[in-house]
């Protein structure tokens, strides 16, 4: 089992910033893949940032350039930082762990943080 814990959602003007913050209750060299998805109102789910095979990162175009994937491997923790918001970023964020277990492949997820950008 995974426990993930968000932080750092909120209420932020266009243009502004905010950090989310993921803390897993596992160590972080033991996920697979780690990433963060969203969800708006009335949309699926989608990926934002994903890292896969320890280094390789993927965001979706919609915020190539304004957020940034990062992790600390000591807390357990992954972030994303995300600059230049804009209203159509609002959204409840969800972090995810991708875990092989007993040769079968979890998925976890965390509470959802909601982000909402005012115009």
């Known amino acids: 089992q995974v426990q993930l814990v968000e932080s750092g959602g909120g209420l932020v003007q266009a243009g502004g910033s905010l950090r989310l913050s993921c803390a897993a209750s596992?160590?972080?060299?033991?996920?697979?893949?780690m990433g963060w998805y969203r969800q708006a109102p009335g949309k699926e789910r989608e990926l934002v940032a994903a890292?896969?095979?320890?280094?390789?990162?993927n965001y979706a175009d919609s915020v190539k350039g304004r957020f940034t994937f990062s992790r600390d491997n000591a807390k357990n923790t992954w972030y994303l930082q995300m600059n230049s918001l804009k209203p159509e970023d609002t959204a409840v964020y969800y972090c995810?762990?991708?875990?092989?277990?007993?040769?079968?492949?979890?998925?976890?997820w965390g509470q959802g943080t909601q982000v909402t950008v005012s115009s």
């Open positions: 596992v160590n972080i060299f033991s996920i697979n893949a």
């Open positions: 995810n762990a991708n875990k092989i277990e007993y040769g079968m492949i979890y998925d976890y």
């Open positions: 890292i896969t095979g320890g280094s390789i990162i």
